[in-house]
């Protein structure tokens, strides 16, 4: 038995049957990253003696016949701008390279009581501002399918990480595709909830009007399993949704699903062998009795230009709390002003320093409405389409 490329389900089927232990479980993942994880860099810390500690935890409730939840005594990765209290939580920045998180983020306390088993904290994009992970104020992560490539950005290290075989599932974030392109580019299950789905308290900000936390796994079924143990609105995130969800690991009956395809997808740009893929299984639902149709999104073209915008003009504010007095690294000079700028210059790479001068410009007098007003107002009419598409059908591909 592969322990290692086990499912949630089928790991939570095999600790109940008492046929592997938790601990057990959590050593060979363990092994697995002190073997393979140099070539890779999916991990900024290992938590070996908390993950064994918790794992075994897990192993005396099912010696006494006590039931389990889902994700109880299965290791998981955690994208390293998600809060777990009393560990390292750097954003892969220098300028957060020993900060220490005060408390846990909402989605932690969640499989905290799920008893998950964290393993450690993946590398990333610095503040997740990147597509590639080659960001990492600490170095780059490496594609574990092809180590000459890129695992994608700016949660790489969540998506290498189950790509390799070190953990069951991980967290990522997602702003502008930061879950979905890394699980594309390293062929595992991406998935970024609809914004207020998941709390965002204890995620480190980037763009707060974009910024959400999502599961990285194996299979749908999984990031199902996932996202129904951390959803739900929070007291302590203003933004998020208190709502009732379906079943969301129940089958979907393909024949009532209603499928809209956009027009404006399909253009200039998309790679031939996409296209061919994406066609092929848009082509299989239609045969399962699934009802295509091509729809207009007419607003697509200004999606780009509206996120590029909006996202540094927002993580131009957000990292703005990083300024050499209140935690984190800090340059010593002898005056105010050069604190501030000398932290900023030697804590943030460059990445980071470009989006924050992008950011400040947008947001400067003079230039405020010009930009991200107006984008804002763009915004609001790129939701109206899907507003109206989502009148009439159940979902886009």
Known sequence: MNLKELTIKQA????????ISSVELTREFLKNIKEKDGDIHAFLSVSENEALQAAKKVDER?????????????????????????????????ILENYVAPYDATVIKKLKEEEAIFIGKTNMDEFAMGSSTENSG????RNPVDFSRVPGGSSGGSAAAVKAGFCVYALGSDTGGSIRQPASFCGVVGFKPTYGAVSRHGLIAM???????????????????????????????????????DDFEKPLDIE????????EYFTHGLDPEIEKNIKTVISKL????????????????????????????????????????????????????????NTRKEGFGAEVRKRIMLGTYILSHGYYDAYYKKAMQVRTLIKQDFD?????????V
């Open 286 to 341: 239609e045969k399962e009795g699934a009802k295509i149709k091509e729809i207009s999104l007419p607003y697509s073209d200004f999606a780009l230009a509206t996120y590029y915008i909006i996202m540094p003009a927002e993580a131009s504010a957000n990292l703005s709390r990083y300024d050499g007095m209140k935690y984190g690294y800090s340059n010593p000079a002898t005056s105010l002003m050069d604190v501030y700028l």
């Open 138 to 141: 600490f170095g780059p992560t």
């Open 388 to 396: 109206r598409v989502f009148a009439d059908f159940d979902c886009v």
């Open 12 to 19: 939570h089927e095999l600790l109940e049957k008492r046929e």
């Open 207 to 245: 763009a707060s009007s974009l910024d959400q936390i999502g599961p990285i796994t194996k299979t749908v079924e999984d990031a199902a399993i996932v996202f129904s143990a951390i959803r739900g609105g929070d007291e302590l995130d203003s933004t998020s949704v208190h709502r009732d969800y």
């Open 62 to 94: 099912i010696s006494k016949g006590e039931s389990i939840e889902m994700l109880a005594g299965i290791p998981a990765a955690v994208k390293d701008n998600i809060l777990i209290r009393g560990g390292k939580t750097t954003a892969a920045s220098k």
């Open 256 to 263: 009532e699903l209603k499928i809209g395809v956009p027009r």
